[in-house]
């Protein structure tokens, strides 16, 4: 059974302080990972798909990367506005690729 | 309009009651989603539309039941539910199944 699991479930950061967020999965056969961000009261807005081992994707303070097994969520010097709850997914190849396989998040404070 | 548009945003319901939650997208995606979140849980996909068809069933309760008559409305109609149905419910579109997919803002369920 694929299986998502995120850490730490909530981490708090001074603006500033940079850290990552970790995404472990297990899956049959791996053809997607995707990070979202959700703000309290409204909808997961996607950030990134990375598809393969060693994949890196950057937007503004944010920089996903990729192995086999995890894919780590690299914040830089954060912003209070960067403060969200952050999802992982991943996606399988073959019967069930339809299906997004969610973590239960890591729930990111920026103190100013 | 644009994204992913749902409405209501708030339904208080009882056990007994009929009611219908309505999700539009205005991306001109083929694939639309039902997905439920529960305080303290992954989200979890209930149903799967791919060009009006339904492609995934989750193991979903008979008491939710889905309706694509489009590729640009899905509802999802609910009766005789139980207090643990409530939660927040999202509405995701995606040009493919299995493209990254975009949410709506979510509809606030709470079954009394």
Not at chain 2, 5 to 17: D, I, K, S, W, Y
Request: include cysteine; proline fraction near 6%.
């Amino acid at each position: 059974e694929d299986q998502v699991t995120q850490s730490p479930e909530a981490l708090r950061l001074q603006e500033g302080e940079s850290s990552s967020l970790n995404c472990s999965y297990t899956v049959s056969g791996l053809r997607g990972l995707f990070w979202y961000r959700q703000d309290p009261g409204k909808g997961p807005e996607f950030l990134f798909t990375l598809y393969s081992a060693g994949e890196e994707k950057e937007k503004e303070r944010l920089k996903a990367t990729l192995t086999k097994k995890e894919s780590f969520l690299h914040i830089t010097a954060p912003k209070p506005e960067d403060s969200a709850t952050y999802l992982c997914a991943v996606q399988a190849i073959g019967k069930g690729a339809q299906k997004l396989v969610f973590g239960q998040g890591t729930r990111l404070t920026i103190n100013p | 309009e644009t994204g992913v548009t749902q409405t209501p945003r708030h339904l208080v319901m009882g056990m007994t009651n009929k009611k219908s939650l309505k999700c539009e997208q205005h991306l001109g995606h083929n694939a639309m989603y039902w997905y439920k979140q529960s305080a303290k849980k992954p989200l979890e996909l209930m149903f799967v539309y791919s060009l009006e068809e339904r492609v995934e069933n989750n193991s979903v309760p008979s008491r939710f039941s889905p309706e694509c008559p489009n590729s640009s409305h899905l509802f999802l109609h609910l009766h005789t539910l139980q207090p643990e149905d409530s939660a927040l419910y999202l509405c995701a579109s995606s040009q493919d199944w299995a493209d990254e997919q975009f949410f709506g803002p979510g509809t606030r369920l709470t079954v009394l």
